[in-house]
């Protein structure tokens, strides 16, 4: 038996079992018809050893439209929304298939010599001319939870959907540590400057191909002005007067929940 995740754009294939929880398509055969050039990739197995298969569609599969095939019904729902409705062994090899299907969609051909790239192993591929070897890249970036006394620093970026605040947040640069990324962040979008910078948890992020490790650290001057170019809002908060917060799926909930908790 193999785990199917089968993607259609940015929603993820989900089998309904008949006590309404959720899962991932667990068959012999692909659960939806592939076509001759559908690439299926094989992924890590499960912890227990359960095999993995992947692969995108162009179309919403006929089984969505049936409802109901052999017993079964499925639905098509976000990857996002769907930390809520799997198991998270689920999830988080659902992340993975995500990042490695958008890799193999952009790596199609070398960098170098422009020749077909073929699979070689199932995390990197080898170009069929010049035999040069890809894997798949992280872009990695910090989160951070800014402590000043009994507040903490929460912004809005302009690109959130919704009106909730986050953390301060951003990409790593090229020769710079976690940690410095972290300092720098803080400062070009709020212009405070921070110290005693702690680790805290990594999370993947697949969204679409991330790592992001989150951190706290400890006020020490300046006065908020927010980068307008990224963020449309910021202030202190203590406890007892959050704004909305980020779901839970993510490592900004976390590091607030932690807070929240102490």
Not at 93 to 116: R, S
Not at 145 to 163: G, W
């Amino acid at each position: 038996m193999t785990y199917y995740f089968v993607f259609c754009k940015e929603e993820l294939l989900l089998e309904k079992k008949s006590d309404g929880s959720y899962t991932i398509p667990l068959c012999e055969e692909p659960p939806t018809e592939v076509k001759p050039w559908t690439h299926q990739m094989s992924i890590t197995p499960m912890a227990d050893g359960t095999s993995v298969i992947t692969y995108r569609l162009d179309n919403v599969p006929d089984i969505v439209r049936s409802q109901i095939v052999n017993g079964k019904s499925y639905e098509m729902i976000g990857l996002r929304k769907s930390y809520y409705k799997l198991e998270k062994p689920l999830y988080l090899k659902a992340g993975k298939c995500q990042e490695l299907l958008y890799w193999d969609q952009n790596t199609k051909y070398c960098g170098v010599c422009g020749a077909p790239m073929r699979m070689d192993t199932d995390i990197s591929k080898k170009c069929t001319s010049c035999g040069k070897e890809i894997w798949p890249q992280l872009a990695t970036a910090v989160i951070v939870l800014i402590h000043k006394d009994d507040e903490v620093l929460l912004v809005r970026a302009k690109n959130f959907r919704t009106d909730f605040y986050g953390l301060v947040a951003g990409f790593v640069e090229t020769g710079e540590t976690l940690e410095e990324a972290v300092a720098r962040e803080a400062f070009e979008e709020t212009g405070v400057k921070i110290t005693n910078i702690r680790y805290f948890a990594s999370q993947p992020w697949p969204y679409p191909c991330g790592l992001m490790v989150g951190f706290n650290a400890d006020y020490v001057s300046g006065d908020i002005h927010l980068q307008r170019s990224e963020i449309a809002k910021g202030g202190w908060f203590r406890k007892d007067n959050l704004p909305t917060i980020p779901e839970k799926l993510s490592i900004a909930r976390m590091l607030l929940d932690s807070w929240l908790e102490e």
